[in-house]
C-alpha cells in the first residue's frame, strides 16, 4: 500500500490516525500471523486516514503479492474446533441475506476459508461456490466438506468471468484488501442486476474503536483497511451498489476460543482455564459476542460498473 496515499479517493494528503506500536516488529511477521485465529491483536503499523473520504488504512511493510503469498501457506487448525460456533454465526447472516433476496439462489462466498459458511448455505439448497487463495484451506473445504465448486486462487478478473450470481458474501475479507475499491467493482461484475453483495468487517466508528483506539483488536498487521459505515457507502454508491442493511454482527465463540483471545491480554488467567475448564467442555459452550464493533452489511446492485 503507497505510503500516505488514499487507495480510495487517491488523496495523497493523509493524516497519521494511530503511530506504530512500539512492539510492532514487522520483519518478524511469519505466515501463522495471517491465519484466522492469529493472536497478533492490536498490533499494527502505521494507521493513516484520509481528510477526504475517511478511509482509514495500515501502511503495509509487506506488498499484496507478499501477503498472498503468506495467506496461500496459512494452516489453521485451530480454526477447525470452532465449526459449531462459526456455523451458527453464519446461519444468523444467512437469515440476514434469506430477508432480501428470493431464496435458495446461486451464491459465492469469496474467501470462502474452510467452507462453513458454504455447507451451511448447501444445507438450504443454495448453489454454491467457493474462492479461497490458502492451499490448506481449500483443500479441506474440498476433500472433507465435498464442496464441489471450491476455486483456489486469489480473486482477480479472469475468475468467473462467464458466470453471474444472485449473492456474493465476504465474510470478514474486505479488510484484508489493499484495493477494495477495485474488488467492490470486480463484485458488481459477478452479480445479476439487483443481486446482493454481504459483508462483515470491524467498524471504525464504533464505540468500542473508539474506546479502545490504537488497542482496538482489529487493527492487527493483515488488516490493511478499516472503515465507518459512511465509507463504505460511499465506496460501494462507486461500485454501483445501493446500500440496503447495517446491522450489529453478533459473533459466537466457544469458551475454548474466548480464553484463547484472552492470552493476549492476561496470560495467566488463560492459562489457568484449563484446570477448571477442560477442553471437552469449554470447546462446546458458545458465547455470543455483539459489543466489538463487528457490522454485517448489505448492498444491493443497482447499475453496471
Not at 21 to 40: G, I, M, N, V
Not at 75 to 91: I, M, P
Amino acid at each position: 500500500m503507497s505510503r500516505g496515499i488514499c487507495n480510495l479517493c487517491k488523496n495523497k494528503d493523509t493524516r497519521v490516525h494511530f503511530n506504530a506500536r512500539r512492539d510492532y516488529y514487522p520483519q518478524a511477521k511469519k505466515d501463522d500471523e495471517f491465519s484466522c485465529t492469529s493472536l497478533d491483536l492490536s498490533n499494527p503499523g502505521e494507521i493513516r486516514k484520509c481528510p477526504s473520504c475517511g478511509y482509514i488504512f495500515t501502511v503495509s511493510h509487506f506488498t499484496e503479492e507478499e501477503v498472498i503469498q503468506k495467506y496461500t501457506r496459512v494452516v489453521d487448525t485451530l480454526h477447525l474446533h470452532e465449526k459449531a460456533a462459526r456455523q451458527k454465526t453464519y446461519r444468523v447472516s444467512l437469515d440476514l441475506i434469506e430477508k432480501h433476496v428470493t431464496a435458495p439462489g446461486k451464491l459465492l462466498d469469496i474467501g470462502s476459508y474452510v467452507g462453513f459458511f458454504l455447507e451451511v448455505c448447501r444445507e438450504k439448497d443454495w448453489d454454491v461456490s467457493g474462492l479461497e487463495p490458502c492451499v490448506w484451506a481449500a483443500k479441506y473445504s474440498s476433500d472433507t466438506l465435498k464442496l464441489e465448486n471450491i476455486v483456489n486462487q486469489t480473486f482477480t478478473p479472469d475468475v468467473y468471468q462467464n458466470q453471474k450470481f444472485d449473492v456474493v458474501t465476504m465474510w470478514d475479507v474486505i479488510e484484508h484488501l489493499f484495493y477494495p475499491a477495485e474488488k467492490m467493482r470486480l463484485v458488481n461484475q459477478l452479480l445479476r442486476q439487483g443481486g446482493l453483495f454481504a459483508f462483515s468487517t470491524h467498524n471504525m466508528d464504533s464505540l468500542m474503536a473508539h474506546f479502545l483506539k490504537d488497542r482496538y483488536p482489529f487493527l492487527m498487521s493483515m488488516h490493511v483497511s478499516h472503515f465507518t459505515v459512511d465509507t463504505l457507502e460511499y465506496l460501494l454508491n462507486k461500485a454501483g451498489f445501493e446500500l440496503v442493511e447495517v446491522k450489529t454482527h453478533k459473533r459466537y465463540i466457544s469458551l475454548a476460543y474466548l480464553f484463547n483471545r484472552l492470552s493476549r491480554y492476561a496470560p495467566v488467567i488463560a492459562k489457568s482455564r484449563t484446570f477448571f475448564l477442560p477442553d471437552s467442555f469449554a470447546r462446546k459452550q458458545l458465547v455470543p459476542i455483539s459489543f466489538m464493533g463487528l457490522i454485517n452489511v448489505i448492498a444491493r446492485k443497482i447499475q453496471e460498473i
